[in-house]
């Protein structure tokens, strides 16, 4: 997909409707979502077939690919909030504050995340790669929530 095209994936989920319940389609684009929120992937890659020959070139075109989105929302929105996801993870996984969804589940898989109230609702917009493990693959995230990062 195309920058164009991403882009115009979040401008859709911006709008539409969340999903009532836990891990439901993002409207139109199969992403899983949730009760005020929708995760859309953008793009995948193949993953490092067992591995590791590869891999840091594949993340730095991952970040790359980030980073010409997120310079095409910032034009559109401002400069974003850095947020740190590793906190949010050890937060959630200490038990002593309750860290809610989408936010807890990115922090497993997300090391940071670039963040944008969206003009003229109460929607954010969280953009950043998520890996689940060493050997998988990357994928770059969209995340639109009406759930104010914690």
């Not at 591995?51 to 690919?65: C, K, N, S």
């Not at 109230?117 to 109460?122: D, K, L, Y």
Request: glycine share 14%; charged share 25%; proline share 6%.
């Amino acid at each position: 997909m195309t920058i164009a095209q991403h882009l115009a994936t979040i401008d859709r989920l911006c709008f539409e409707e969340f999903p009532r319940e836990h891990g439901a389609p993002a409207g139109s684009y199969g992403g899983p979502g949730g009760p005020g929120f929708h995760v859309v992937e953008l793009e995948r890659s193949a993953g490092s077939a067992g591995g590791r020959h590869g891999e840091g070139e594949e993340a730095e075109q991952f970040e790359a690919h980030r980073e010409a989105l997120a310079e095409r929302l910032t034009d559109r929105w401002g400069e974003p909030a850095w947020m740190s996801l590793d906190g949010v993870f050890l937060r959630a996984q200490l038990g002593d504050e309750r860290i809610p969804e989408p936010w807890a589940s990115l922090g497993s898989h997300m090391r940071n995340a670039e963040v944008w109230q969206v003009n003229g609702t109460s929607r954010w917009v969280a953009l950043g790669v998520s890996r689940l493990g060493e050997g998988l693959e990357f994928r770059l995230l969209a995340v639109i929530t009406e759930i104010d990062p914690p």
